[in-house]
């Protein structure tokens, strides 16, 4: 029983160390595909929106532009009666790294 279990962890470590990662599958195009995507979502709209592309961008190793501007544009588009709003903008925010949420905000 213990050799099955050791045997089951051994397969578990080795499909988690070979796990693709963005930069392992995608091509320079399909990087720059996703990017322009992620670029095209400013001015951003709402929370939700921001989240995903600041993530993306991050995830892709792309530096955005006017990161104090886009701090200025989250701090003013959160709803902070929206559970879901003050999610994604706080994790936004925390992605940008120097942009802070002012508790009058949340």
């Given at each position: ?33 996703l ?10 709209q ?19 532009p ?28 925390k992605?940008?790294?120097s ?6 905000n949340?």
């Open positions: 029983m213990a050799s099955g279990f050791t045997i089951l962890i051994l397969f578990a470590v080795a499909v988690v160390g070979r796990a693709l990662t963005p930069s392992t599958f995608l091509t320079t195009v399909d990087r720059q595909r990017k322009s995507v992620f670029q095209a979502a400013q001015p951003f709402d929370a939700a929106s921001a989240h995903y592309s600041i993530l993306g961008l991050k995830l892709l190793d792309a530096t955005l006017n990161a104090q501007d886009t701090c200025k544009t989250l701090t003013s588009i959160v709803d902070a009666g929206n559970l879901a709003s003050l999610f994604h903008a706080s994790t936004a925010a992605a940008l790294s942009c802070k949420l002012g508790v009058n949340v």
